[in-house]
């Protein structure tokens, strides 16, 4: 009798063992898919806003420049991406160490990231004279200082220069490596914006890269800057003339990719982009492996600068879940 108790109790609990195991494999397998559901739906980029895209209220003063941080956060973005000549005024009044140390501040105040900075105005990196060029070096070195003060992976500068294509392959990794040299021992590294002028030849902008040649030296593929030559030989603000391949180009431009820039002008009806096919680009993003950044970069005049931010914003979005 107590054996065919035992072997009852035993029994019993084989089976209500059996039936936690299956339960425990069934809500686990539930968590499995629930969790791969959740990756799915989110986009294989982070989100980041440029702030040139506040440009026009920042230098018409309607808004502050240290209020970036808090706007980025209202608009669900993750990292932000500064610009140096939309702080020009507030270095003149208090220097610019209390003005990085205000930039960081509303950065951890509002839980962003500090991606980078867009560094304009501090002279030609790729000047035909080289004592042009070393004294841009010098000017753009505070600005690598406040990158690595802030958290920044990088600093993105410009390599204007000459039209002259023989003389700019030699100019170019001149200014850029002396440049990277000194990043490389504040841990930062140097991207370059297809821009205009020969800037904005991808080929020819790799060339330099590959010149160069270190591992802190990289690029920032932007949708929108492909322009060779407008009306008039002006730099900006004239009808574009010649144009390279803005496809062909980020895919050029993506092996050495620190960042992107979803440059966005005008949208239709349906939320698309008018210029750029987003669906093409980013596959072409996607396609290179690239799961960093991709920053939002308005730049159009038919929506006001917020509303444009917020399209941009949710193109991408949309494009994401249909790759």
């Given at each position: 009798?107590?054996?065919?108790?035992?072997?009852?109790?035993?029994?019993?609990?084989?089976?209500?063992?059996?039936?936690?195991?299956?339960?425990?494999?069934?809500?686990?397998?539930?968590?499995?898919?629930?969790?791969?559901?959740?990756?799915?739906?989110?986009?294989?980029?982070?989100?980041?806003?440029?702030?040139?895209?506040?440009?026009?209220?920042?230098?018409?003063?309607?808004?502050?420049?240290?209020?970036?941080?808090?706007?980025?956060?209202?608009?669900?973005?993750?990292?932000?991406?500064?610009?140096?000549?939309?702080?020009?005024?507030?270095?003149?009044?208090?220097?610019?160490?209390?003005?990085?140390?205000?930039?960081?501040?509303?950065?951890?105040?509002?839980?962003?990231?500090?991606?980078?900075?867009?560094?304009?105005?501090?002279?030609?990196?790729?000047?035909?004279?080289?004592?042009?060029?070393?004294?841009?070096?010098?000017?753009?070195?505070?600005?690598?200082?406040?990158?690595?003060?802030?958290?920044?992976?990088?600093?993105?500068?410009?390599?204007?220069?000459?039209?002259?294509?023989?003389?700019?392959?030699?100019?170019?990794?001149?200014?850029?490596?002396?440049?990277?040299?000194?990043?490389?021992?504040?841990?930062?590294?140097?991207?370059?914006?297809?821009?205009?002028?020969?800037?904005?030849?991808?080929?020819?902008?790799?060339?330099?890269?590959?010149?160069?040649?270190?591992?802190?030296c990289g690029t920032?593929?932007?949708?929108?800057?492909?322009?060779?030559?407008?009306?008039?030989g002006a730099q900006?603000?004239?009808?574009?003339?010649?144009?390279?391949?803005?496809?062909?180009?980020?895919?050029?431009?993506?092996?050495?990719?620190?960042?992107?820039?979803?440059?966005?002008?005008?949208?239709?009806?349906?939320?698309?982009?008018?210029?750029?096919?987003?669906?093409?680009?980013?596959?072409?993003?996607?396609?290179?492996?690239?799961?960093?950044?991709?920053?939002?970069?308005?730049?159009?005049?038919?929506l006001a600068e917020?509303?444009?931010?917020?399209?941009?914003?949710?193109?991408?979005?949309?494009?994401?879940?249909?790759?």
């Open positions: 009798m107590k054996k065919i108790v035992f072997t009852l109790v035993a029994l019993t609990f084989f089976l209500v063992s059996c039936k936690k195991n299956s339960d425990k494999k069934e809500n686990s397998e539930a968590e499995t898919a629930q969790i791969e559901s959740q990756k799915a739906a989110e986009p294989f980029f982070k989100l980041s806003l440029a702030q040139w895209s506040f440009n026009r209220a920042i230098r018409g003063g309607e808004m502050s420049p240290f209020d970036f941080a808090k706007k980025a956060k209202e608009l669900d973005f993750e990292g932000i991406e500064y610009v140096s000549q939309l702080y020009t005024k507030e270095i003149e009044k208090v220097g610019m160490d209390s003005v990085v140390s205000r930039m960081k501040s509303e950065s951890e105040k509002y839980g962003v990231t500090n991606v980078l900075i867009m560094i304009d105005r501090e002279g030609d990196l790729a000047a035909e004279d080289e004592k042009d060029r070393d004294a841009a070096v010098e000017n753009h070195k505070k600005w690598v200082d406040a990158a690595a003060t802030l958290g920044c992976h990088s600093v993105r500068v410009n390599l204007f220069g000459t039209n002259d294509e023989a003389t700019w392959l030699k100019t170019a990794p001149d200014g850029l490596k002396k440049l990277s040299d000194y990043a490389a021992t504040k841990n930062i590294s140097v991207i370059v914006e297809n821009h205009g002028y020969l800037s904005s030849n991808a080929g020819l902008l790799m060339q330099v890269m590959n010149a160069v040649a270190m591992d802190n920032l593929p932007d949708f929108g800057n492909f322009c060779l030559k407008r009306e008039g900006w603000d004239a009808k574009c003339v010649e144009e390279y391949d803005r496809y062909k180009g980020v895919e050029e431009m993506m092996p050495k990719a620190f960042a992107v820039s979803a440059k966005s002008h005008e949208f239709n009806a349906e939320g698309n982009e008018t210029a750029t096919d987003y669906v093409k680009m980013m596959k072409i993003v996607k396609d290179a492996g690239y799961n960093g950044f991709v920053g939002v970069e308005y730049e159009g005049q038919t917020e509303a444009g931010i917020i399209a941009t914003r949710d193109l991408l979005l949309k494009v994401a879940k249909e790759l």
